[in-house]
Antibody, heavy 123, light 110 residues
């Protein structure tokens, strides 16, 4: 069955870096667009980034563009989020999610989500 | 990339129907039939309830339905049950090839 497991969260000081990982099983990340979505404690969901199935395109929310990089390793069936120059407002639970459709001629949504990993940016 | 607007809370008695609205712009909700809805119970990951405006994934109750008119999408829950009490979020694809979530709605079953 499809499963996504995030790891790599923790407490980090402002300005430092952290890399999140998402281990996928039950499907190949190479065949799907993959997303990162975050949720600050007690607040709503915020979409962060997507990497298309063919890796041709990567898109980011404005607040992280230039600081965060989404990538994946097909051989390991893993998704990553490299987060640099972290700020207090990046504090959140980070979820990875599988995308469906091409958002052009077919569908466009995320179906399976991991349980999330908490990132806390604090002095 | 402003969040889509949802009511902060909606409530109803068991068996009743409720509707949650999700208002965006012509650059997101109004421009694409790519609105999805997620249910989130406390401490849990979001669960897909509706995709592409009105499609239900396998395993989701037919008490959940979606629609869209102009820049506003809606999620209707009929025959409200205790387990429906949760937070609900809409999401849309945007003209910038990004995605945006709604502000979230807390559903309370009275």
């Amino acid at each position: 069955q499809v499963q996504l497991v995030e790891s790599g969260g923790g407490v980090v000081q402002p300005g430092r870096s952290l890399r999140l990982s998402c281990a996928a099983s039950g499907f190949s990340v190479s065949n799907y667009g993959m997303h990162w979505v975050r949720q600050p404690p007690g607040k709503g969901l915020e979409w962060v980034a997507v990497i298309w199935y063919d890796v041709s395109n990567k898109y980011y929310v404005d607040s992280v563009r230039g600081r965060f990089t989404i990538s994946r390793d097909n051989s390991k069936n893993m998704l990553y989020l490299q987060m640099n120059s972290l700020r207090a407002e990046d504090t959140a639970v980070y979820y990875c999610a599988r995308g469906r459709g091409d958002c052009s001629t077919t569908s466009c949504y995320t179906d399976y989500w991991g349980q999330g990993t908490l990132v806390t940016v604090s002095p | 990339q402003s969040a889509l607007t949802q009511p902060a809370s909606v409530s109803g008695s068991p068996g009743q129907s409720i509707t949650i609205s999700c208002t965006g712009t012509s650059s997101d909700v109004g421009g694409y039939n790519y609105v999805s809805w997620y249910q989130q119970h406390p401490g849990k990951a979001p669960k897909l309830m509706i995709y592409d405006v009105s499609n239900r994934p396998s395993g989701v109750s037919n008490r959940f339905s979606g629609s869209k008119s102009g820049n506003t999408a809606s999620l209707t829950i009929s025959g409200l049950q205790a387990d429906d009490e949760a937070d609900y979020y809409c999401s849309s694809y945007t003209s910038s090839s990004t995605y945006v979530f709604g502000t979230g709605t807390r559903v309370t079953v009275l």
